[in-house]
């Protein structure tokens, strides 16, 4: 189980690396909306430094509407495979 929760924060930690890296509204909702709608705000204020609640929901109903991984593809395909 330990080796699961480790792979979990490798994942959230290069999301974090990501969303972190980026100047592009857009792109910050694509990356934060892989994980919006499987974690508290909580815990993705304490991955995702500075997110607002705002983008929260944002992210919350892009990946509602039109899908967790659309729009990041290269990222996604790696986390498709940690969330199975």
């Not at 990946?63 to 991984?69: D, F, L, R, S, T």
């Amino acid at each position: 189980m330990d080796m699961f929760f480790s792979e979990l924060d490798n994942a959230m930690v290069s999301l974090s690396n990501a969303y972190l890296n980026t100047d592009y509204f857009g792109t910050k909702r694509q990356i934060l909306a892989i994980v919006a709608t499987d974690f508290s705000r909580s815990t993705l204020k304490a991955y995702f430094p500075g997110v607002t609640d705002d983008l929260i929901k944002e992210a919350r109903k892009h990946a509602y509407n039109n899908g967790k991984y659309e729009g990041v593809f290269i990222v996604s395909k790696y986390l498709r495979s940690c969330f199975r």
